[in-house]
């Protein structure tokens, strides 16, 4: 088949978006990919990943493997608001703590920054009703 996109050119390009480097099990990360695929092909143009090879069907250029990492690192972000809030939050009959100091509106405003980034990948690459 040649030189294709692999999922590890995506996954390089999404883990270059943290200032730390996180440790995120493959698998998991196949997993978003999987997903920022179906949006990918639905929101834009369809695009052909095979699971088993871990490759797409073409070379994919930087624009559009930036904005399948856009889209990862959004699945990454609600799993860190999803996180944040059961741990930071302790609720009972009787009791109720949330320890979150702000844990829990910074998580969500990150979340707000990555989405709102998804969506301008995203219509940047549509066309336009101009020509």
Not at 10 to 34: C, M, N, T, Y
Not at 86 to 91: D, E, G, L, M, T
Request: net charge negative; hydrophobic share 35%.
């Amino acid at each position: 088949m040649g030189k294709c996109t692999t999922a590890k050119d995506v996954i390089d390009f999404f883990e270059s978006s943290f200032a730390d480097k996180q440790i995120i099990p493959f698998d998991l990360e196949l997993i978003w990919l999987r997903k920022a695929v179906s949006r990918y092909s639905l929101e834009l143009d369809p695009l052909l990943f095979d699971s088993t090879l871990e490759q797409f069907d073409c070379i994919l250029n930087d624009t559009v493997i930036s904005t399948l990492a856009a889209f990862m690192k959004e699945y990454y972000q609600e799993r860190q608001v999803s996180k944040v809030n059961k741990r930071v939050s302790i609720v009972g009959k009787d009791l109720s703590i949330d320890g979150s100091n702000g844990t829990k509106t910074s998580e969500k405003s990150h979340l707000d920054y990555v989405a709102e980034n998804s969506r301008d990948l995203v219509e940047n690459q549509k066309p336009t009703a101009f020509i």
